[in-house]
């Protein structure tokens, strides 16, 4: 648990929110704000830079001989922000942010960042899922379960708050791009496409076409109108939300939810989206409790004894990616719904876990390869 705020300087700080005395958290809201953080079990108060400026009996329980400067809150050596998303990281061997995001990072967070003058809704919708983390990371680049697992919100317009009586349209022979960046960052789905999405009659993703949003994105992730995955596990979705999946042990996930909007939409257009997140993603999203049930199911159906001795299949398209590279060096290979994005996370993810410190990471993990 750790505190994000600004000191009176205006800079960032990220503290963890663990009391030097006996460890009690000293910020129990959401939000909010605050001159000063007080430890609710003995006192010990901090400011916002996370400095030990107040303990109860300091001169005649400590004798005065409590050195305060060395008993602030525990400060995160890393702590840096890219177009407004702040990061912070507590090993002070870990590459600048930048560095570790690299193209494809950037390119997805620039994907929600370049839809407009974005705003954060107040409020983050918090619950548990009976699965394993990843089962949930693997799904957001997976455009193969829509049109089974998603076909009653498919007519009802879940997605898109408008109701399609054609039902789901098949996804085998769709245009898809895959993006894969270094440390397991990734892009998987379906390409833009201007004319198709008047057809549709979606003017939620014209933005694209705005002055400069092609030089922001590149000429690869303009095209891309699938979801981003900071690896390890923030997934950034098309519609303009954030949800990071945090393990709670190997069969249990808490997800968080934060929604994004353009701040100069007009009222109407504004509170309709608002509405719509709401019954997307989350608890009473009509595809999260879908896809939810999908990966409750799956947790269980491999814990079994007998089911532990055999493998999952994750052969679609295997072999048949050739990987280009465009002037930034990002990995993308245009293709049909497939898994690549899936066995890059997994790989990452396998490095992750064998490497010993960042250093062992940096020069030992897998470069974006020629064939996927």
């Not at 898809?176 to 960046?181: A, Q």
Request: one cysteine or more.
């Amino acid at each position: 648990s750790v505190i994000a705020t600004r000191d009176k300087e205006g800079q960032l700080q990220v503290l963890l929110n663990t009391c030097r005395h006996r460890g009690n958290a000293v910020c129990r809201a959401e939000q909010g704000h605050a001159s000063s953080f007080m430890c609710t079990y003995h006192g010990w108060t901090y400011n916002l830079q996370g400095k030990l400026v107040g303990v109860p009996g300091s001169r005649d329980l400590y004798h005065g001989e409590l050195d305060r400067d060395n008993w602030g809150l525990i400060r995160a050596p890393h702590v840096e922000s890219y177009k407004g998303f702040v990061f912070a990281n507590m090993d002070p061997d870990a590459p600048p942010l930048e560095e570790y995001l690299g193209e494809v990072g950037k390119v997805g967070l620039s994907l929600i960042a370049e839809q407009g003058d974005m705003e954060v809704i107040d409020g983050v919708q918090k619950y548990v899922i009976g699965c394993n983390w990843k089962l949930a990371v693997d799904n957001l680049f997976d455009y193969y379960h829509p049109q089974v697992s998603h076909a009653s919100s498919s007519l009802i317009g879940g997605l898109t708050g408008r109701s399609n009586t054609a039902g789901p349209r098949r996804t085998g022979n769709n245009e898809h791009l895959v993006m894969l960046g270094e440390y397991g960052h990734a892009i998987g789905g379906p390409t833009y496409n201007a004319e198709r999405q008047k057809e549709l009659n979606q003017p939620e993703q014209r933005w694209r076409e705005r002055p400069g949003v092609a030089e922001e994105l590149g000429p690869v992730g303009i095209t891309s109108t699938g979801h981003p995955n900071i690896f390890p596990n923030l997934w950034i979705t098309v519609s303009g939300q954030l949800s990071l999946r945090l393990p709670k042990g190997p069969t249990k996930t808490e997800i968080w939810w934060f929604t994004l909007l353009d701040r100069k939409l007009p009222t109407e257009e504004w509170e309709r989206l608002r509405k719509l997140a709401i019954h997307v993603f989350g608890p009473a999203g009509v595809l999260e409790q879908e896809d939810g049930e999908n990966w409750d199911q799956s947790t269980r159906g491999t814990q079994g004894v007998i089911a532990r001795r055999y493998p999952l299949n994750f052969s679609m398209g295997l072999g048949h990616g050739e990987i280009s590279k465009d002037d930034t060096g990002a990995g993308h290979v245009f293709t049909k719904v497939n898994e690549h994005a899936q066995l890059w996370t997994y790989r990452a993810w396998a490095e992750w876990m064998a490497a010993e410190s960042w250093k062992e990471l940096k020069e030992r993990h897998s470069l974006v390869p020629d064939i996927v």
